[in-house]
Nanobody, 128 residues
């Protein structure tokens, strides 16, 4: 089992920035992919960004809607923290942001569910 706890959400004006954090605990050694998804009111949950790691290094994946504005990173020391730096925020970025993890992925699979474990989510609200 892996437990995920998100933090860092809040209310920000358009054009502002937020940094989300996700702390993982439990059997984290078996997970090599962590990602962020979001769900806006009345909409389906959607992929935002993911990071995978292996002996050859880290790979990052972004939805087109956030590319160039959001940056996903991880704490290389323990593989237990990831971050989502969100800049130039827009009202359409509003939603509940969820951290998720799974054992592995490749290609399109890194952008898609299912992921094995999910956090409870943190609210991000961007005002116009």
């Amino acid at each position: 089992q892996v437990q995920l706890v998100e933090s860092g959400g809040g209310l920000v004006q358009a054009g502002g920035s937020l940094r989300l954090s996700c702390a993982a605990s439990g059997r984290t050694s078996s997970s090599y992919v962590m990602g962020w998804f979001r769900q806006a009111p009345g909409k389906e949950r959607e992929f935002v960004a993911a990071i995978s790691w292996s002996w050859s290094g880290d790979l990052t994946y972004y939805a087109d809607s956030v590319k160039g504005r959001f940056t996903i990173s991880r704490d290389n020391a323990e593989n237990k923290m990831i971050y989502l730096q969100m800049n130039s925020l827009k009202p359409e970025d509003t939603g509940v942001y969820y951290c998720a993890t799974k054992r592995a992925c490749s290609g399109i699979g890194c952008y898609e569910e299912p992921y094995d474990y999910w956090g409870q989510g943190t609210q991000v609200t961007v005002s116009a």
